[in-house]
């Protein structure tokens, strides 16, 4: 009988093309992980993994059956929660993903409250990029997302947590940071600094720089919004920055300065993402209303109804 370790272990290894990695990352020796997988191939009688010294590569087959191990995996894992749901509401761990956009600036926020209401949750926190959040989403490796909407999927909820104002950000020498808000027109022609490409805020960036006439700077593509600020500060353009960033960070920033665009401020509509099977739909609805609670004091964004 294939046992559901032998499974961790395959998923292991395809996740980390390395039998020593795969070993770590399971907690096991690594003569047991590969006597476990041999197990496991004598049991389906076929070849999961193609074994040299230079490489490890799953087979045709060893790819199928690794998609199907992590769905079996997930729904353990959820039969795991469900059991927890019934001891207590937002009780045992919940695995959250954010953007690094989003997560440093946002979690203050909310955490003191959460914690205050829900002292037995535990909340595990992974930052990483769109897709990278997506893929742990959707093999169960996490629970939830804070991420910006819309998201398009048939087998994900989505639910309105806030409107957060996009600012321009600028050198403080710049002529746009000695105004008090700045007008669409004004931004015809600028050099936009903007996050590399994967980022979902580059896309927003890129499509406000095609709605006001402005220059997407593709030689300077930033790795995080620090990266941009520092070079907004050094002359090399302006920015759009999220508004949780810019209290955090930019407000006290001397070479740079922060200024609304006047009339329909651009935003992101930043939401709460889970699997549609998930068993924590209700635990995810109460925590999404305890974080709209805590952002109703923040001034700089806009809850949902």
């Not at 093309?17 to 990352?25: D, G, P």
């Amino acid at each position: 009988m294939v046992s559901l370790q032998q499974l961790r272990y395959l998923v292991a290894i395809a996740e980390t093309l390395h039998f020593r990695r795969a070993a770590e990352k399971t907690n096991v020796t690594q003569p047991t992980l590969s006597g476990q997988l041999r197990e496991l191939e004598e049991r389906l009688g076929v070849q999961l993994v193609e074994r040299s010294r230079a490489r490890v590569v799953l087979t045709p087959i060893g790819k199928e059956i690794t998609v199907r191990a992590q769905r079996v995996l997930r729904d353990v894992n959820d039969i795991v929660s469900l059991a927890k749901q019934g001891q207590s509401l937002l009780g045992g761990t919940v695995r959250l993903g954010v953007l690094p956009t989003l997560g440093p600036y946002l979690l203050p926020h909310i955490l003191p409250e959460l914690h205050e209401s829900y002292p037995a949750l535990k909340l595990y926190v992974r930052e990483g990029m769109p897709q990278e959040l997506l893929d742990r989403l959707d093999d169960g490796s996490l629970d939830l997302l804070l991420f910006p909407l819309p998201l398009k999927g048939a087998d994900l909820v989505t639910v309105r947590l806030f409107r957060e104002p996009l600012w321009i950000v600028a050198p403080s020498d710049h002529s746009l940071a000695q105004r008090g808000e700045v007008d669409r027109s004004d931004l015809r022609g600028e050099s936009i600094l903007a996050l590399e490409k994967g980022h979902r805020l580059y896309e927003q960036v890129r499509d406000l720089c095609d709605q006001y006439d402005a220059n997407l700077a593709l030689d300077y593509e930033g790795t995080s919004l620090d990266t941009i600020r520092q070079m907004v500060g050094m002359g090399m353009g302006i920015s759009f920055m999220p508004a949780l960033y810019v209290t955090s960070e930019v407000m006290e920033d001397k070479q740079v300065a922060a200024r609304l665009i006047k009339g329909r401020t651009p935003f992101r509509l930043v939401g709460m993402v889970w699997r549609k099977q998930s068993v924590r739909h209700d635990e995810f609805e109460t925590l999404a209303e305890l974080i709209r609670r805590s952002l109703r004091q923040v001034e700089c964004v806009s809850v949902e109804a």
